[in-house]
């Protein structure tokens, strides 16, 4: 598996705009569901916005009205588009994908974290 992750990630201020994309470039690999996770220093990995495969969406509670998360199915592609950005945003985003390995084999895949900075 191929995966462009945190593309557009780094530093903006307080109420600022970013777009991070994600995508699962290996043919091998079909996946279901796609969504992003963030994690802070010394804390556990939370979910920030995920998209099933028939489009259901799921979004944390402190990200609701600000983030939109969007799936390309053909491209295997999620961007997560936030906005009014809060310094409590920062921490590294990472991109998650369950799916089927060669269409067999059930597993999920993390892409490597991208840092995202807010300041204030």
């Known amino acids: 598996l191929r995966c462009s992750c945190g593309v557009g990630g780094g530093q903006v201020e307080a109420g600022g705009s970013l777009t991070l994309s994600c995508v699962a470039s290996?043919?091998?690999?079909?996946?279901?569901?796609m969504g992003w996770h963030r994690q802070f220093q010394g804390k556990e990995r939370e979910l920030v916005a995920e998209?099933?495969?028939?489009?259901?969406?799921y979004y944390g509670d402190s990200v609701k009205g600000r983030f939109t998360i969007s799936r390309d199915n053909a491209r295997n592609a999620v961007d997560l588009q936030m906005h009014s950005l809060k310094p409590e945003d920062t921490a590294v985003y990472y991109c998650?994908?369950?799916?089927?390995?060669?269409?067999?084999?059930?597993?999920?895949?993390w892409g490597k974290g991208t840092l995202v900075t807010v300041s204030s």
């Open positions: 998650k994908a369950d799916g089927l390995l060669l269409n067999v084999s059930p597993m999920t895949i």
């Open positions: 290996g043919s091998y690999f079909s996946a279901n569901d």
């Open positions: 998209v099933l495969e028939n489009g259901e969406v």
